[in-house]
């Protein structure tokens, strides 16, 4: 499919969900650290890069595509390592909620047989997640920490909506 003729059938919402995020990574560049700018940028890299594969739309080789994935994944760690060093809590508790997800995700997609094989294990550890990542933007908003927990929320709505089909999880969980 060509670029342009994929942009006019992706849906309108999932752009701009995209969007937002792309633009949090210039507020997050302006108003806080360059850390937090980078954070936003490689996760959004890697938001696109899950989505491109879903759709089979990726313009990379498979072997291009993991090579980027693990560089993608090593800057996510140091810049872990980074608010570990300075005891920023709530972002390492949050990270560790991500991890969880990605986790979940690639399970998903390379052992679909075992997720299969344990579907109400699966469903119940990223419902937990889930729950998770809505108690961070809870602990946010008690810090008055706005920025941080309207960003939480977007990237909850960009996996329920983009990466977890939140709509396709919910079917599973009646089937």
Do not use: C
């Not at 759709?55 to 693990?70: D, G, M, W, Y």
């Not at 977007?154 to 919910?170: M, T």
Request: aromatic share 14%.
């Amino acid at each position: 499919m060509a670029t342009a003729e994929f942009f006019l059938s992706y849906p309108k919402f999932k752009l701009a969900i995209l969007a937002l995020l792309t633009l949090n990574i210039g507020i997050y560049a302006a108003v806080d650290t360059m850390t937090t700018a980078v954070d936003a940028l490689v996760w959004v890299i890697l938001l696109v890069m899950f989505e491109l594969e879903t759709v089979k739309a990726a313009p990379f080789t498979e072997t291009t595509l993991h090579a980027i994935r693990n560089g993608l994944i090593v800057v996510i760690a140091l810049v872990f390592g980074s608010y570990v060093r300075d005891n920023e809590w709530l972002d390492v508790v949050n990270s560790l909620l991500w991890f969880a997800l990605i986790v979940l995700l690639e399970l998903e997609v390379r052992w679909r047989s075992l997720v299969e094989r344990h579907r109400q294990v699966f469903w119940l550890m990223t419902v937990a997640v889930f729950v998770g990542l809505i108690g961070m933007v809870v602990a946010w908003l008690m810090q008055s920490a706005w920025l941080d927990a309207y960003d939480a929320l977007l990237w909850i709505a960009a996996f329920g909506v983009i990466e977890v089909d939140i709509f396709h999880f919910l079917k599973l969980t009646r089937d």
